[in-house]
């Protein structure tokens, strides 16, 4: 169930409705009611990933909640709550590598098509620095992001040939610059641009009597979800402990390992910079990355250096 789905259930047994009897727009004390009924258990960091997405719901409906959403009592809570929170160590899930990414590629599921279809979400996950959930939704049911053909773009006029996919909802909230997933050649049999043209000719070649143009659906038209998605990851690697942000993580240590300068890694995973900061300490793999990058870039090696010569006195 989705975040806002479960805000929603939790308003309607709680009575959290608007004079009127409705759930939309959450009133700045039943958003404070909402937080005081959630946030032991989850922490801060989850707890402001649900606001966005009560944020990310009201902006779907046309509504400016910022009023209510950054109100001082709103933020006094919160910093309170982070004051407080004890943190748990938590085990981490593995990040996906390019080694895994192997395996994917010749890993052949039950149906043919389902093969293609897992491929092109989990290659493009990584490629283009995607959560999840921007590309498959959290049930099968469309929603106000939901991914359509429409949305991806291929360009092999471009030097080299790319494929774009352009997110319905920005994270970075300003329309002016959509979210946009670029997935580059790799130039090897592990290469997205061949992943994903394999899957959207075998999309668009569906003979559905109604289609209403979904870009990563089962052969019968129904959209793919991450529980099917994570079903059959667990499925393909049974003693590993992986998840579905480890594409995100592992495609931004493979650029960071590669030498593409942090700002750029930034753009293309389309944080804004504290966030990315963030990102950074969360994940000790990706700083290792970058701190091996600067060892495996270095025009000389420390070991092999000869020590300077001593001069008498």
């Not at 890993?107 to 389902?114: H, T």
Request: with cysteine.
């Amino acid at each position: 169930m989705s975040i806002t789905n479960r805000y929603q259930q939790l308003a309607l047994n709680n009575r959290w409705l608007n004079p009127d009897g409705s759930v939309w727009p959450i009133s700045r004390k039943h958003l404070l009611d909402y937080i005081a009924a959630i946030h032991k258990s989850i922490s801060p960091t989850t707890l402001l990933s649900y606001l966005s997405a009560l944020t990310d719901k009201h902006a779907s409906m046309g509504i400016s909640w910022n009023h209510v959403r950054y109100h001082q009592s709103i933020i006094r809570s919160l910093n309170i709550i982070k004051r407080s929170y004890i943190h748990k160590p938590t085990k981490k899930a593995e990040i996906i590598t390019r080694a895994h990414l192997n395996t994917i590629s010749t890993y052949e599921l039950p149906d043919d098509f389902d093969t293609l279809l897992f491929r092109a979400v989990a290659f493009a996950a990584f490629y283009g620095l995607a959560r999840l959930g921007e590309l498959i939704q959290s049930s099968p049911n469309p929603s106000y992001n939901t991914l359509y053909i429409k949305n991806l773009s291929a360009h092999s006029e471009a030097n080299p040939p790319c494929i774009l996919i352009q997110l319905p909802m920005a994270k970075t909230r300003n329309s002016a610059f959509p979210d946009i997933l670029v997935l580059h050649q790799s130039f090897d049999d592990l290469c997205p641009i061949r992943v994903l043209s394999s899957y959207i000719k075998a999309r668009l070649a569906l003979n559905l009597k109604t289609d209403p143009q979904y870009l990563f659906v089962h052969k019968d038209g129904s959209l793919a979800h991450k529980r099917w998605f994570l079903q059959k990851l667990n499925t393909i690697f049974p003693q590993k402990h992986l998840s579905g942000h480890g594409f995100r993580a592992g495609g931004t240590t493979e650029l960071i390992l590669r030498g593409l300068p942090p700002y750029i890694v930034q753009l293309a995973g389309r944080w804004s910079s504290d966030t990315f900061e963030e990102y950074i300490r969360r994940h000790p793999l990706v700083m290792n990355a970058y701190i091996a990058s600067t060892y495996r870039d270095a025009t000389y090696n420390l070991d092999s250096r000869k020590a300077p010569e001593t001069q008498a006195i």
